[in-house]
């Protein structure tokens, strides 16, 4: 199950993908051929996964859509255009298996879209959410602590 503030968008394809990047520069001095230290510039955390239910309010988040989805007599209707507000910013929650057996709960504090993959829709074939979220810092939280949690429990 995925979660974003608290609501769950149901199933996911392929599973949650977690992404650390680093960004370094090598410090070189004279007389070496090779460097002889890193120094971290950057550090980024994305999220990735398919929401394999795709419904209007999922294809709402993944679009960061602000529009309302409008109900009509047997109708719903998400409109869409260019988002001139600002990003959005959402609370994550999904679940694994750890090592040993126990329940992997996953929490992020603030995370915003990335990025929306590609789409298909086809007749009779299952339609999936692409999303990358990439993962901010709440500065709000202590030093070190300011991503999210993992917490590892028995079922």
Known sequence: DFKIDDTS???????????????????????????????????????????????????????????????????????????TDAIGEYYLDFYGTSPGGYVRDFHVYKASVWEAGESVVQKDEMTVFPVTFRILPDTDKPAGAQLGYIVDHEA
């Open 9 to 83: 968008v149901g199933s996911t394809r392929g599973g949650v993908k977690i992404l650390k990047e680093l960004e370094m520069y090598e410090a070189i001095i004279d007389q070496t051929f090779s460097p002889v230290a890193l120094h971290k510039v950057i550090e980024r955390y994305s999220v990735m996964t398919e929401i394999a239910e795709a419904t209007l309010a999922n294809l709402k988040i993944v679009w960061d859509n602000p529009n309302s989805i409008e109900s009509g007599v047997d109708t719903k209707t998400l409109s869409w255009g260019i988002n």
